[in-house]
């Protein structure tokens, strides 16, 4: 069984930080990356950013240079540090991993039951 349990969200005023943490449950023969999306009210899920197995990153441009992914493979979690919070930042944020379980088996999305963070104006 694979759980992904996000925490960290929260309300925050615009220009402060938070960092998310999901830890992660369940073996995998592979990951091929981890990642965090979020969603806003009537928009869909997208991404913020993505880690992989070599420790390259990516990001949504609406939050490159003020957000930094992590992992910690020892305790088996991702983080997301986001800096210069505002109000377009508020939304559900979810993790994911996106994996093999066997090996040779195809890689699927796993998620998280999401986050919820809201910057003040």
């Known amino acids: 069984q694979v759980q992904l349990v996000e925490s960290g969200g929260g309300l925050v005023q615009a220009g402060g930080s938070l960092r998310l943490s999901c830890l992660v449950s369940?073996?995998?023969?592979?990951?091929?990356?981890m990642g965090w999306y979020r969603q806003a009210p009537e928009n869909e899920r997208a991404l913020v950013a993505r880690i992989f197995s070599d420790g390259t990153t990516n990001y949504a441009d609406s939050v490159k240079g003020r957000s930094t992914i992590s992992r910690d493979n020892a305790k088996n979690t991702v983080f997301l540090q986001m800096n210069s919070l505002n109000p377009e930042d508020t939304a559900v944020y979810y993790c994911?991993?996106?994996?093999?379980?066997?090996?040779?088996?195809?890689?699927?999305?796993?998620w998280g039951q999401g986050t919820q963070v809201t910057v003040s104006s």
């Open positions: 994911n991993v996106f994996g093999t379980r066997v090996r040779f088996g195809r890689p699927t999305d796993y």
């Open positions: 369940g073996s995998f023969s592979r990951i091929n990356y």
